[in-house]
């Protein structure tokens, strides 16, 4: 069982930058692939970014490459995105996600265990 929970998220204007972290529980973090998703008012939840389980692999949505940025600290049991040259349509709640399956896919059906998610709000 692995619990997550993200922080970060907030009120940006466009062309600024966040970082969000998801801070996990239990000694198996460094098992896991780890991702990141979002999900805007009325759409479906999709795929940003993922990591494998020691970072050396990293994957990114075409939406987002060259602007976002994850990486991972299995220290201290935790998984970033960094996110800059932020745009209004990026506005969504943000989801962190665990997955036992490697190499990590780009849906939510191959993660296992999920945070509550963080609001980010990009005002134009």
């Known amino acids: 069982q692995v619990q997550l929970v993200e922080s970060g998220g907030g009120l940006v204007q466009a062309g600024g930058s966040l970082r969000l972290s998801c801070a996990a529980s239990g000694r198996t973090f460094s098992m896991y692939a780890m991702g990141w998703f979002r999900q805007a008012p009325g759409k479906e939840r999709e795929f940003q970014a993922a990591?494998?389980?020691?970072?050396?692999?990293?994957y990114y949505a075409d939406s987002v490459k060259g602007r976002f940025t994850i990486s991972r600290d299995n220290a201290k049991n935790t998984v970033y995105l960094q996110m800059n040259s932020l745009k209004p349509e990026d506005t969504a709640v943000y989801y962190c996600?665990?997955?036992?399956?490697?190499?990590?896919?780009?849906?939510?059906?191959?993660?296992?265990?999920w945070g509550q998610g963080t609001q980010v709000t990009v005002s134009s």
């Open positions: 996600a665990a997955a036992r399956r490697h190499p990590p896919i780009p849906s939510p059906y191959g993660y296992d265990y």
């Open positions: 990591i494998s389980w020691n970072g050396g692999d990293t």
